[in-house]
């Protein structure tokens, strides 16, 4: 017998345009607040540098206190860039938010810069870096979560021995193959790279090798949701997110802007393409078409939990959206899978 579809929130702790940092830190934890009471699993936060209109630079900040701020959902790194800082450091960091908020901190790791070459510079990352040495730093991370080792000359205080859940980020095959080789968990971020969501699936539950963290592949699947009373007020509600990633493509601020009747206006034919093409994976509409969409993705890929991405404008249309979703999800059933901290 399977179970009611998983469902999580990722947040990118948008700003809108003249608006404060503290401002939308606030409405992100009103927001970690409800979807705890509505059963979301997990509340995410994206680490992203030097781009204007994202407050969610200083993730392991943030989940601290949107973990202080609730009381039983899970809080996590969705992800952590892993090659911008020293494996030592990260397990310090969440070794002590795991002491702060035991049984309730993800780990959540990506290998991608997370920002342009200045700001890699700026993060002090060596330029030359492609990603490759991305096993390497997550093997090294893991001896300082893990328990101590005879002879271990350095050591992780706080996080020695927490065994923080690990979860692996990707956008195309290289850590879906990583994760399935490892045993872990897997998040696909289908929210901005749909194009090789259904490749990446397949290959990480060809390489998966049972571990102690998970006997069976357990895969997260990152997308776009809007749900909304119509589908014409849930496509209305979409021209937010197709704004922000058409001024991302033109190299412009990425804040909030409201919703607009129609994007016809606002873009070329390419730009039009590129972010349809970006977005193609979303799931908006009425409650009837986001379970549509829903099922057809779990259908798909097989997977067990979906990472939702709601950005709206108006903080309560995001609100009602993460109601709806939660409401759709418990009428979605999943095949079990047992996962350490999923």
Known sequence: ????????????????????AGSAIARSVELAQQVEQLGYKRYWLAEHHSISGLACS???????????????????????????????????????????????????????????????????RDLGQSGEDFPALLAELRTYLGPEKPGQAVKAIPGQGSNVPITLLGSSGFSAQLAGM????????AHFA???????????????????????PYLMVAVQVIAAETDAAARRLFTTPQQRFLR?????PVELLPPVDSMESLWQDSERAAVESRLRAAIVGSDRTVKAGLEKLVGDTGADEVIVVTDTYEHADRLQSYRRVAGIAAMIEVKPTVAVGA
């Open 58 to 124: 200083a993730t392991p900040v943030l989940i601290g206190h949107v973990a202080a701020a609730t009381k039983a959902i899970r809080v996590g790194s969705g992800g952590v860039m892993l090659p911008n800082h020293a494996p030592l450091v990260v397990a310090e960091q969440f070794g002590t938010l795991e002491a702060l908020y035991p049984g309730r901190i993800d780990l959540g790791l990506g290998r991608a810069p997370g920002g342009d070459f200045q700001t890699m510079r700026a993060l002090r």
């Open 1 to 20: 017998m399977g179970r009611e579809l998983a469902v999580s929130v990722l947040d990118l702790v948008g700003m809108r345009t003249g608006e404060s």
């Open 194 to 216: 749909p194009e090789h969501l259904l490749a990446a699936a397949q290959l990480y539950r060809e390489n998966f090798r049972p571990s102690e963290v998970t006997r069976e």
């Open 182 to 189: 490892l045993g872990l968990p897997f998040a696909f971020a």
């Open 248 to 252: 991302l493509i033109r190299n412009q």
